[in-house]
């Protein structure tokens, strides 16, 4: 981040009352996959399935964290020591390094966050299965800066090295626009609710991307930036006013090619779905999580060729996006 960035979020509530109850929605990017990291405008869509947090004081004079699945069963459990948020006990030692990191981070933003020697018992649960690639790790960071009474957007950026758009659909209740350029970090909620939306599916390739390498194999292969970034926020500006589901296809496919014309990628729909009839394009980064497939073929036979080629998970827009 340039000492010259201007920082143009939307002003963050300060609570004065003690809250025990937190929620952040997921999320998924429709536009700006990997291009949003160099400026590039991005829209992002908020899920309905998201992350909650409830915190509860304590006799104890450590953190008592426990995570649980949708199903409500414990994925991460650790005693956390409130001098130096090193864990005492964990199930996994790397998960609480990332928590210790960002706990540290957050008392760095607010002195005042967990000074008092008091002891907590902290449960968290996810509503979609942890694979889905959603945002566990998003949605937990803007919890923690609810809690911790603090910008979420700073908490992230002092956390993580990605765009942060993901931590903006966390706390909104509709579409983000997001830009993180080098001179500016900004998002705005958009009105982006498509009339051709129920020809819309998401589809869950089976397993879950790793988003830091996805960037880091991003900023090794990519080139001409200032064309990518130029050519990837008309599309993003364009999607929001289209209305029929042909424009919306074509704008999907000058996407996936922008993008591979610039890093050499290779598009999803080239290396598994060559023979949908419709379009499909990567959300996030290319090779995991959810696909967007449009097609104006009908909701069975939609299905039908999914299932078929072993994709089982696939959720309607309407099931998914807020």
């Known amino acids: 981040m340039s000492g010259s960035k201007v920082w143009l979020f939307l002003p963050h ?23 949003v990291l160099d400026g590039a405008k991005a829209l992002g ?38 001098f130096d948020f090193s864990a005492v006990t964990t199930s996994d030692q790397a998960i609480s390094d990332r928590l210790q990191k960002l706990l540290k981070n957050a008392v760095r933003l607010n002195s005042e966050f967990l000074s008092q020697w008091n002891g907590f018992k902290i449960e968290t649960q996810v509503e979609f299965p942890l694979n889905w690639g959603l945002g566990s790790s998003s949605t937990l960071i803007y919890l923690v800066a609810e809690w911790a009474e603090v910008n979420p957007l700073l908490l992230y950026f002092k956390t993580e090295d990605g765009s942060g758009y993901d931590v903006a659909c966390a706390f909104s209740d509709g579409p983000v626009e997001y830009i993180n350029s080098p001179d500016e970090v900004t998002y705005t909620q958009v009105d982006f609710n498509p009339r051709f939306k129920d020809h819309l599916y998401f589809v869950h390739l089976g397993k879950k991307q790793d988003s830091v390498a996805g960037i880091r ?39 996936e090619d922008t993008i591979q014309s610039h890093t050499g990628f290779k598009k999803v729909q080239e290396s598994h779905f060559q023979d949908f009839g419709g ?10 999580d959810f696909v967007l497939a449009a097609s104006d073929k009908g909701p069975d036979a939609v299905k039908s060729y999914f299932t078929g080629k072993g994709y089982n998970t696939l959720l309607s827009y309407k099931e998914l996006i807020l």
Request: charged share 25%; glycine share 8%; net charge positive.
């Open 279 to 288: 379009t499909v394009k990567s959300l996030g980064a290319w090779g995991g």
């Open 45 to 82: 869509l908020p899920t309905r399935q998201g992350q909650k947090m409830v915190v509860k004081r304590t006799t104890s004079s450590d953190l008592i964290w426990e995570s649980l699945d949708m199903n409500g069963k414990p994925w991460f459990q650790s005693t956390i020591s409130l």
């Open 217 to 255: 194999d991003y900023l090794k292969a990519v080139k001409n930036k200032s064309a990518m970034v130029k050519t990837i926020t008309a599309i993003t500006e364009e999607i929001r006013t289209v209305t029929e589901l042909k424009d919306f296809e074509a704008l999907l496919k000058k996407h």
């Open 13 to 35: 509530k300060i609570l004065h009352h003690i809250k025990t109850k937190y929620y952040g929605h997921g999320k998924l990017l429709l536009t700006g996959e990997y291009a």
